[in-house]
């Protein structure tokens, strides 16, 4: 049977390109692009083993390879829904950087249990800055765009 005669099934490893857009239609992530999480190949899955999304899974279960599926992702799905507690101030001295952070500026804080974060700093006034630790994506609903490029059935 033809590669692109094989449906996708639990159990198989699959290979697959995404493109994530924002609500505005904007490219926000591409396994296509190559950057510090991608080198531009398809990602290789096991369908089934956990590792992805439910919803994306549910997609990608009876797909041929160089078809292409759409799915959007309410944002409890995604990212999340944006968090107001995670933004707060913070002083800079607290932070002990070695230079000064410029509004807008992703920054990685270690928080008082001793886990670090990924913040944005939103303001900065005085001995303060205020910065937000939810991801930029929270609150929005994604639309997904996976195109399976090649399907190895389970067992082989």
Do not use: C, W
């Not at 991608?38 to 160089?66: K, Y």
């Not at 804080?109 to 800055?129: F, H, S, W, Y």
């Amino acid at each position: 049977m033809a590669n692109g005669e094989i449906t996708a099934k639990l159990g198989d490893r699959v290979k697959v390109h995404f493109t994530t857009r924002t609500p505005e239609g904007e490219i926000f992530e591409s396994s296509r692009e190559v950057s510090d999480e991608h080198d531009g190949s398809p990602q290789e899955i096991v369908l089934g083993d956990g590792s992805i999304n439910q919803v994306f899974l549910d997609t990608l279960l009876g797909m041929r390879a160089g078809e292409t599926r759409k799915v959007k992702l309410a944002p409890e799905d995604a990212y999340g829904r944006y968090n107001p507690k995670l933004v707060f101030s913070i002083r800079k001295s607290f932070l002990n950087f070695k230079y000064d952070p410029q509004v807008g500026e992703m920054i990685t804080i270690k928080l008082p249990n001793g886990n670090r974060a990924l913040v944005k700093v939103l303001e900065i006034e005085g001995k303060k800055m205020k910065v937000d630790g939810n991801h930029p994506m929270a609150g929005k609903e994604l639309t997904y765009e996976l195109e399976m490029i090649e399907i190895e059935p389970a067992g082989e």
